[in-house]
């Protein structure tokens, strides 16, 4: 073997030697500390969870009243753990962004919606989802009927918690059995008093046990 062929051949032991052996270990200049995530749900349960369709209806069209599609994504059904509200919350896919953001009340009717026994109708007297209260007529469409049902079911079920347990509506309730029968019946319970009491739960912020 001539000396030139010895030669590379010795560099290319070397170079491979090299490659195999040689493992850089590269260090952050800058340690980061981890940061923990709030959603603002730490203190809730999951009462129900699905995928839905989310549309408002809009009445400042340019042209004529119509229904606006607000978002598709996860909704969920949250139960506080403190002060026993019930609050529907949903975000698009993607972004992430809430589309609904809003409490239960016993005053809510929740109407099937014409033509499709997927989707739900109703009106919310405080959404948070634009981080300002708004009144909203709401539709709410499902990817089954066995869905929908779910979602009719339990919200029927938070309607009775909050009753029976929030003493946002048990005070409420003591006060106008202590007032009696004799009150007007066409005063609205669901009107300006309770969508100020819902204001300042404020369902943006996080809530404690001793709200």
Same mark, same amino acid.
């Given at each position: 073997?001539?000396?030139?062929?010895?030669?590379?051949?010795?560099?290319?032991?070397?170079?491979?030697?090299?490659?195999?052996?040689?493992?850089?270990?590269?260090?952050?200049?800058?340690?980061?500390?981890?940061?923990?995530?709030?959603?603002?749900?730490?203190?809730?349960?999951?009462?129900?969870?699905?995928?839905?369709?989310?549309?408002?209806?809009?009445?400042?069209?340019?042209?004529?009243?119509?229904?606006?599609?607000?978002?598709?994504?996860?909704?969920?059904?949250?139960?506080?753990?403190?002060? #026993?509200?019930?609050?529907?919350?949903?975000r698009r896919d993607?972004?992430?962004?809430?589309?609904? #953001?809003?409490?239960?009340?016993?005053?809510?009717?929740?109407?099937?919606?014409?033509?499709?026994?997927?989707?739900?109708?109703?009106?919310?007297?405080?959404?948070?989802?634009?981080?300002?209260?708004?009144?909203?007529?709401?539709?709410?469409?499902?990817?089954?009927?066995?869905?929908?049902?779910?979602?009719?079911?339990?919200?029927?079920?938070?309607?009775?918690?909050?009753?029976?347990?929030?003493?946002?509506?048990?005070?409420?309730?003591?006060?106008?059995?202590?007032?009696?029968?004799?009150?007007?019946?066409?005063?609205?319970?669901?009107?300006?008093?309770?969508?100020?009491?819902?204001s300042e739960l404020?369902?943006?912020?996080?809530?404690? #046990?001793e709200d």
């Amino acid at each position: 073997m001539s000396e030139a062929n010895e030669a590379g051949d010795r560099n290319r032991s070397v170079s491979e030697s090299s490659e195999t052996e040689y493992d850089p270990h590269f260090s952050p200049i800058i340690s980061l500390p981890e940061v923990a995530i709030i959603t603002n749900e730490e203190d809730e349960e999951v009462m129900l969870k699905l995928r839905a369709k989310l549309y408002r209806f809009d009445t400042k069209s340019d042209v004529t009243p119509e229904w606006k599609e607000r978002g598709t994504g996860e909704m969920k059904m949250l139960k506080h753990k403190g002060n #026993n509200t019930v609050r529907i919350v949903m975000r698009r896919d993607k972004t992430l962004k809430v589309c609904a #953001n809003h409490f239960i009340t016993p005053y809510m009717e929740l109407k099937p919606s014409i033509g499709s026994s997927k989707a739900f109708v109703y009106t919310v007297t405080g959404d948070f989802a634009d981080e300002e209260i708004k009144s909203e007529c709401l539709a709410i469409r499902f990817g089954t009927v066995d869905f929908a049902n779910q979602f009719k079911e339990k919200f029927e079920e938070g309607k009775k918690f909050v009753i029976e347990n929030c003493k946002l509506y048990t005070d409420e309730l003591d006060s106008s059995l202590e007032k009696g029968s004799d009150e007007d019946e066409n005063d609205n319970p669901d009107g300006t008093d309770l969508t100020k009491k819902l204001s300042e739960l404020d369902v943006n912020k996080k809530q404690t #046990n001793e709200d």
